[in-house]
Structures are given as structure tokens and as C-alpha cells.
T-cell receptor, first 115, second 111 residues
Framework: DTGVSQDPRHKITKRGQNVTFRCDPI?????LYWYRQTLGQGPEFLTY????????KSRLLSDRFSAERPKGSFSTLEIQRTEQGDSAMYLC?????????????FGSGTQLSVL | QKEVEQDPGPLSVPEGAIVSLNCTYS??????FMWYRQYSRKGPELLMY??SSGNKEDGRFTAQVDKSSKYISLFIRDSQPSDSATYLC???????????WGAGTKLIIKP
């Protein structure tokens, strides 16, 4: 399978714990995005990378959230001191930079439940 | 008011019916319009995309953009139970180079 891979698929944690998610994009894609999605809503942009550079973070993103893409390949998203409001599906997407229209390819997501 | 409005449904139709899914938007700078399909517990997958106004057809799917009304549509002909999913519209343009998403419409095709 050469699609976007996310790990784990599900994560249950207690409030206050730290969690880390991993995303492996499609190998030739230079852009990588993190989104968050709650039930009945569209994806909410969190951050994105072009190669290893983090180019933008959502202004709404708490400083408890941090993402890395150290070698321009896989990426990790860490949430520190989790809160119940962090419960959501965390989606990763990758794409090839395109000045006109960018086609995002999504992984199956990591479903986070904070108890 | 959200920049992109989409009726959450659910929309339930019998197999074989023509389905019409719609989004309205407020930002006249949007130029790129996309439809994604999302099955339960999966990530969205790109179904169709269009630039500016007009129609685009791909098999049983037709995407339509009316910029004067700030209204986009996705039509599905000969709908199948496998089309049951949530359909999300997304758009970008002007200063919004990031995609702005609708909330998605849940579609149910009854056999």
C-alpha cells in the first residue's frame, strides 16, 4: 500500500497525559498537513510542512500541540497535557506542491479519546 | 456565519436516484472547488475538482460551480449503495490558499 499511513488508528488516554501520533506520507509528496476533525464537522487545519520546514500553524492551535517532520519524510504530532476537548480524529494528508490546485491525499486518521 | 455552508443531512434516497449535494459560500475570491468523499472511519478522498465556474463530468458524477450565486453542486447519477458516505466540499482562492471546508453532508443510498 503506497497511500498515507497513520499510526496508531486509535488512542485512548487519560486527561493530562501526552500523546504522539505518526504519519508516513506518500513518498514523492513534499507537503504534509495535519488536520483535526470532530463528528459532523469538516477537517480543521492545524499545520503543514513543505519538506522539513513547518510553514504555517493555525492561529487557533494551542501551544500544547507540536509537530515535526525532521527529515522531510514522516511527521509526528504531539499533544501535551491532553484535555477532553482534544478528543477528535487527527488526520494527516500529503500532496505535491502545485501553484494552481493542490490535491490532498488523506490517511485513515488517528481517533483520540481523552477520558 | 461560516465561510462555507453545507447541509449536514442525512440525505436518504433510493438506489438509482439522482442525488444533488450543495454548498454555498461567502468569499467571492474562491476559485478552486473540490468535492471529497469520506467513508465512516476513513480519511476524505478527493472525488472531483473544478476551477472557477462551469461544469465538470466524471462518470456518474458532475460538479457544477455558479460563482455569481456563490453556489456549488455535486450530482450523482444512478446512485449506488456504495455511494453512501459523507460528502465534503472544500474551496480555496484569493488570500485563502488553505482549503476551507464545509461540514459535510451524510448521504444514504437505500437498496
Amino acid at each position: 500500500d503506497t497511500g498515507v499511513s497513520q499510526d496508531p488508528r486509535h488512542k485512548i488516554t487519560k486527561r493530562g497525559q501526552n500523546v504522539t501520533f505518526r504519519c508516513d506520507p506518500i513518498s514523492e509528496h513534499n507537503r504534509l498537513y495535519w488536520y483535526r476533525q470532530t463528528l459532523g464537522q469538516g477537517p480543521e487545519f492545524l499545520t503543514y510542512f513543505q519538506n522539513e520546514a513547518q510553514l504555517e500553524k493555525s492561529r487557533l492551535l494551542s501551544d500544547r500541540f507540536s509537530a515535526e517532520r525532521p527529515k522531510g519524510s514522516f511527521s509526528t504530532l504531539e499533544i501535551q497535557r491532553t484535555e477532553q476537548g482534544d478528543s477528535a480524529m487527527y488526520l494527516c494528508a500529503s500532496s505535491i506542491q502545485n501553484p494552481l490546485i493542490e490535491k490532498l491525499f488523506f490517511g485513515s486518521g488517528t481517533q483520540l479519546s481523552v477520558l | 456565519q461560516k465561510e462555507v455552508e453545507q447541509d449536514p443531512g442525512p440525505l436518504s434516497v433510493p438506489e438509482g436516484a439522482i442525488v444533488s449535494l450543495n454548498c454555498t459560500y461567502s468569499n467571492s475570491a474562491f476559485q478552486y472547488f473540490m468535492w471529497y468523499r469520506q467513508y465512516s472511519r476513513k480519511g476524505p478522498e478527493l472525488l472531483m475538482y473544478t476551477y472557477s465556474s462551469g461544469n465538470k463530468e466524471d462518470g456518474r458524477f458532475t460538479a457544477q460551480v455558479d460563482k455569481s450565486s456563490k453556489y456549488i453542486s455535486l450530482f450523482i447519477r444512478d446512485s449506488q449503495p456504495s455511494d453512501s458516505a459523507t460528502y465534503l466540499c472544500a474551496m480555496s482562492g484569493g488570500s485563502n490558499y488553505q482549503l476551507i471546508w464545509g461540514a459535510g453532508t451524510k448521504l444514504i443510498i437505500k437498496p
